[in-house]
């Protein structure tokens, strides 16, 4: 599998057919008319030009971003055919090739490989766990219970501090007023 030049990561959507060796930049993992099978370019057999253009778009992080480039593929376009998507370009050349899942072998890591099928597979299964994730997570609920709980638990305390200084202060308020009655009707009345 090639690997990224500037940060040394193996890059995606690299592939090789078990029964003849074409090396392949796989488009589509799987194909909607046939779930079995899956949407390559033979690489090699492209002119220099369209080669080095397609395998330039293919490296880039936006594709390396994303597990099928063809939707990435009908946005770009080649210097020699500035009208036409690369993708358009391609199937207008003949070059895009729908072969048989099996037979070809996407490099994961270099001790490991898998068919597009099974690549499609692994990401349904991941997305169906982190779906199924998302929707409720028992640890998640309670822990987000008990940190609603002890907020609310400080909000009270802080609520009875303050009704309690406030208390303070009306008595202190009612005796002060209690006290000036007190001496307004002390001077109110006559000496006797």
């Given at each position: 599998?090639?690997?990224n030049?500037l940060?040394?990561k193996?890059?995606k ?11 392949y ?10 779930p ?6 033979s690489?090699?057999?492209l ?15 936006e594709?390396?971003r994303?597990?099928?480039?063809w ?7 080649f ?11 391609l ?7 729908i ?15 898998m ?18 994730k ?8 309670a822990r ?10 400080e ?10 200084t406030?208390e303070?202060?009306i ?12 001496a ?9």
């Amino acid at each position: 599998m090639p690997v990224n030049e500037l940060t040394g990561k193996q890059l995606k959507h690299y592939a090789q057919d078990e029964q003849t060796k074409e090396r392949y930049v796989v488009i589509a993992l799987q194909n909607d008319t046939d779930p079995n099978t899956c949407s390559v370019v033979s690489y090699d057999r492209l002119d220099s030009d369209l080669r080095s253009e397609l395998l330039s778009v293919v490296n880039s992080d936006e594709c390396q971003r994303v597990p099928e480039i063809w939707k990435i593929l009908d946005t770009k376009f080649f210097y020699s055919y500035p009208k036409q998507t690369m993708l358009q370009v391609l199937r207008a050349l003949r070059q895009i090739k729908i072969v048989n899942s099996d037979q070809v072998r996407v490099e994961i890591t270099p001790d490991q490989t898998m068919t597009p099928k099974e690549i499609v597979d692994a990401i349904n299964l991941y997305n169906k766990e982190k779906e199924a994730k998302s929707h409720f997570s028992p640890e998640v609920s309670a822990r987000e219970a008990v940190i609603e709980n002890s907020v609310q638990n400080e909000e009270i305390e802080s609520l009875k501090e303050r009704m309690g200084t406030m208390e303070s202060q009306i008595n202190t308020l009612s005796s002060s007023i209690s006290e000036l009655i007190s001496a307004i009707k002390q001077s109110v009345q006559p000496n006797e």
